[in-house]
């Protein structure tokens, strides 16, 4: 398929704007995850590359092949829905057996094709059950196999683990990734609203809002450098802090003034400020894992003080929301002893950690290193 690629494809229903001028690269046996909150247009996307919805402008290539005007017969697809959308009347071998009987393939091989897809997938001793004898996972592993007896060059998934429990979800999440690095040569497209699935599970992650692509990257890139406010809060658990400060370069050294104290960043932090970056005021992302309690005394280094309102326990690590000045921010604190709520804490940020953005366009005031790859979503 040598990849695929939407070029400045917009999708309007009765005039709103749903996807507007989306470009994107999807690389040949990848494996693409959308991402973002409801209404920014991933599901669309999706239903546009598999031909269930045709763009208002643009075009969708697939290799050197244009498939804008192609039905959805013609693409070399298959797509797993939120929904099982099993047949109850079926066995899981009939469910899996229906789409070739269907498209009058040959059957000579058709129960080979069955028994190789349901060990892949872990379901053959279930061959002979009806789906309400099956359990949510089991479920959707025929939903996944119905769609792989095809051998698509192009496997597209609308938010298929968003029915399954906690535990399922993460076992299923593995097992998906598993199920693509065998499938080498299959190109997977993933739409979700969970940030955690999209970083765990893609090669690369799409971060859309409002119908706009922000960025594309993968998931540690993402982390480490949001080129959006927008992209540093949705990426991330806890949501990232941004508060109000000011930035100040004099003599080669930078620092930051926020919450009422100053931090000096560190040299490298610093040395990534773009020629844009101006003495004056900036947002400052900081996240909960580099906001930790000062050791000794507070001082010139950048200690703030703040009192503990909500601590949250995850079984590994304790997150609490404290009241600094008029803001609250959210940072991991030791599991013992246990904050509780009213304690006075210092804290204090990592001066190579803090992330800055323009307080108007809310864009990242950090680059990248020079030696590294960029890649753009634009």
């Not at 204090?348 to 990248?368: I, Q, W």
Request: contains cysteine; proline residues 5%.
């Amino acid at each position: 398929m040598n990849g695929i690629r939407f070029d400045h494809v917009w999708k309007l229903f009765e005039g709103n704007v749903v996807v507007s001028d989306l470009t994107l690269d999807i690389r040949e046996g990848e494996f693409l995850v959308l991402v973002g909150p409801s209404g920014c247009g991933k599901t669309t996307s999706l239903r546009m590359l598999a031909g269930l919805e045709r763009p208002s402008h643009g075009r969708i290539w697939m290799g050197n092949k244009d498939v804008t005007d192609l039905e959805v017969g013609e693409r070399d697809i298959s797509m797993v829905f939120q929904s099982y959308a099993l047949y109850p009347n079926m066995t899981v071998k009939k469910n899996l057996a229906f789409g070739p009987k269907v498209r009058k393939e040959p059957r000579q091989n058709l129960d080979k094709r069955i028994n190789d897809v349901a060990d892949l997938l872990g379901i053959r001793h279930l061959l002979d059950r009806a789906p309400s004898a099956l359990s949510g996972g089991q479920r959707q592993r025929v939903a996944l196999g119905r769609a792989l007896i095809r051998e698509p060059q192009l496997f597209l998934m609308d938010e298929p683990l968003s029915n399954l429990d906690a535990a399922l979800r993460v076992q299923m999440r593995a097992e998906l990734i598993r199920l693509h690095n065998r499938l080498e040569s299959t190109t997977t497209v993933y739409v979700t609203h969970d940030q955690v699935e999209a970083l765990t599970m893609g090669d690369r992650v799409a971060v859309l809002k409002d119908g706009l692509l922000l960025q594309v990257d993968t998931a540690n890139d993402l982390y480490e450098y949001p080129e959006t406010v927008f992209v540093g809060e949705f990426i991330g658990s806890p949501k990232m802090n941004v508060v109000p400060g000011t930035l100040d370069v004099t003599g080669g050294v930078a620092s930051v003034t926020c919450l009422g104290v100053t931090t000096t960043l560190s040299a490298q932090l610093a040395g990534r400020l773009e020629g844009a970056a101006v003495n004056g005021p900036v947002l400052v992302g900081v996240r909960a894992h580099d906001l930790h309690l000062a050791k000794g005394r507070p001082d010139e280094s950048g200690a703030v003080t703040g009192l503990v309102d909500i601590t949250e326990h995850t079984g590994t690590e304790v997150f609490a929301t404290i009241d600094v000045a008029d803001l609250k921010v959210i940072a991991r604190l030791p599991r013992t002893p246990l904050p509780q709520h009213g304690q006075a804490v210092q804290l204090a940020f990592n001066p190579e950690r803090v992330l800055l953005f323009d307080p108007e366009s809310k864009k990242s005031l950090l680059g990248r290193n020079s030696s590294r790859e960029r890649i753009s979503a634009r």
